[in-house]
């Protein structure tokens, strides 16, 4: 038997109380092991549950038990995550933990850690909630040179992307929707201001080029400004608009990383992952693309994806795991003005836009149903965003939306 | 330095030497140990290549070089692929195939001769060509109870109904297309009629239900009777046709398991996936569905799994990887007749069809514009194909084609 404790019992870690009490019987059977829960830190009270007798406000009571050898920290947030998860590994004890914010903020430090004491630190639950992402892009991929990841990663913006693209709704009306169907927080800034999608890209492409990307490092723009007429603007061209997380490795070896809501074409699989459904693609020399889909979060499949992480410790208590990535250096991430980028720029259809857009170079226009009365919309061809948005001001046109354009 | 040879020098073979040696840095770093290709069994001759010293027509010099830790089967076919493979696991050497047909006849027996020695078979390329499926099957979906897989998982098939779908192509125009792009062999049987999707449904539903399934217990249909006029009747169903491998768990811990052409709606992410591509559903207690996209074959995707699996193998030379099935029994699989279904039928709008349909019971009409004229097409109640069948028999409908519809 091997002992667990679950560092709060909030959404995600009640989940996993449930589905290792549920499954506990083929758990035990995968992990080759029983696995219980021992203790459960929380500062609140749940006196009816079957396990009350677990739950303890005090966090010396799991570091110090040495019985237990696997803490899950769902507690989200960095303190006292951090805090926490640093001194559990310190004591010998392996770690799996859902939280973006963490790993995204203080993950090569923790692996670093783990590694130094021959330990496991996990985190699939981190991104993609039940997908597994992390996993194969780690082993499966390992025999890959991936150069692009690109992915749907927040489930809150594309369920108000997908209302306002398939049922014309304002930006206003799909938040409204979604705090009233639960999917977004009295305070969605974290998800439509891009922050939480910030955090995954930066976990993901961190996994897949080797070197920690900090947050603060990512260009991040969220969804916030996307207009009705954004949206249609984007259907004359055939496309949809997706708030999009994107890591491409430039071929000096650093890094292009961002954060927009993109427009990509309707033939892209991505096109299709709708509501609050995720989609990853990961793109290698030898494998194409390939796509991960599946829902980005939720009670049950995010818990799921922390189980898994603890069985495979079970499995692995005396080998360590592979995962792993190095600190980052300055300037890994480029400036996002250096990066290439092609937009869909929309403009007053003045007597003279048209001579003005010519000057541009080799635009495409747009010619669809969608583009407002009074607009015109092009797409530019492809140049650093420096080099573009010196163009667009001095072409002297009224600009009264942009969007990058990406091939996804 | 890790040795490995290479038995089968075609398409795989061939791709998996060359990425071994072009990503030959990288790929050691992430394996912790260089790899080298020591010896290639095949009876041609190659000697142009630059490693071209390594070929060898006598299978002895391999399974009797100890240095030889791992070796990789890409012969294709049953025989001598099987009595190989089972010398090298005797001999104590790991094993990685992308064999389908070895895998889904003897897999049970070899994974338990390689349980037995301690040594690792690993498989992932055998299914869904480069797209990582196994292990997740295997690992991040340890937690879930999965009880339904459902897959496009022939890229030949879905190419030619793709271009029947799209471009109203006939199942013959189609075929010669296919043949005429590489897509299709000479003798096209075994993807036209479903037996490589068959192989890779039985892999995958012995990974996740624990318990081998041979191919001669799943039933299965190939897409040779599909007409144009199926096609467009499944349109009018807002719905397309698609060859599914499906493996669904059944109460009583039996399995119901067929390989047919599907119709599927139009909202399904499975009805998005065309051409070549490949895409696979997982559906599981706590995660949801979870799909997995990408190429399923060809010469670089296909090599690079099997090189992965090689890279994992050399991590876990000391360690046995936990993938494993048991033999199936009499029995495990239901008779397809047993198992529930709903059919979209078409059929010949005689006077008394109407009332005829009305006495199958709840039957939804199709009314979309497609259905050819002269005939009415419905979709069945839900009922268990034996059924179904003596319905439609005692019906005295004239009966033109019966196509079994899907959730997915």
């Known amino acids: 038997m091997v002992y ?11 989940g996993v109380a449930e589905v290792l009490r549920k499954n506990a019987e083929s758990i035990a059977r995968k992990a080759g092991e029983g696995i219980e829960v021992r203790r459960i830190l929380d500062l609140r009270e749940f006196p009816d549950l079957p396990y009350a007798d677990c739950f303890t406000k005090d966090f010396e009571e799991i570091v110090n038990d040495p019985d237990i050898r696997i803490v899950v920290e769902t507690m989200g947030g960095l303190n006292p995550a951090y805090a926490f998860v640093k001194r559990c590994l310190e ?13 995204a903020a203080k993950g090569d430090e923790l692996l670093a850690l783990a590694r130094k004491n021959n330990l496991n630190f996990l985190f699939e639950a981190s991104v993609g909630g039940g997908i597994p992402i992390l996993r194969p892009i780690d ?13 749907i990663l927040n489930g809150t913006t594309n369920f108000m992307l997908t209302r306002m693209i398939e049922d014309g709704m304002s930006f206003e009306d799909a938040l409204a929707l979604a705090q009233q169907l639960g999917y977004a927080e009295r305070d969605p800034s974290a998800d439509i201001e891009g922050h939480d999608a910030c955090r995954k890209i930066c976990i993901l492409a961190s996994l897949a080029f080797g070197k920690h990307v900090y947050p603060a490092e990512v260009y991040t723009e969220g969804i916030t400004k996307i207009t009705s007429e954004d949206v249609r603007t984007a259907a004359a061209a055939d496309s949809v608009i997706k708030l999009i997380g994107r890591a491409v490795l430039q071929e000096d070896g650093r890094l292009y990383a961002t954060v927009a809501p993109t427009v990509i074409s309707k033939s892209s699989l991505l096109s299709d992952v709708n509501d609050v459904f995720n989609g990853i693609m990961v793109r290698g020399d030898a494998i194409g693309d390939v796509v991960f889909y599946g829902r980005g979060a939720g009670k049950l499949p995010t818990a799921s994806a922390v189980v898994a992480d603890v069985i495979d410790e079970v499995k692995h208590l005396k080998a360590r795991k592979y995962l792993f990535w190095e600190g980052g250096y300055e300037g890994y991430v480029i400036p996002h003005e250096e990066g290439t980028v092609q937009m869909l720029v929309r403009v ?10 010519a000057a541009l170079g080799n635009v495409q226009m747009v010619e669809g149903d969608g583009v407002p009365a009074g607009d015109i919309a092009f797409i530019t061809p492809v140049m650093t965003e420096a080099a573009l948005d010196a163009a667009l001001l001095a072409s002297g046109l009224t600009v009264k939306s942009r969007l990058r354009v990406a091939q996804l």
């Open 91 to 103: 004591a010998g004890k392996s770690v799996v933990t859902s939280n973006k914010e963490l790993v």
């Open 4 to 14: 667990v404790a679950i560092m709060g019992h909030g959404v995600v870690g009640s």
């Open 348 to 357: 007053a259809d003045t007597a003279d836009a048209a001579a003005k857009i």
């Open 139 to 151: 082993q499966c991929l390992a025999a890959n040179e991936v150069y692009e990841i690109a992915g």
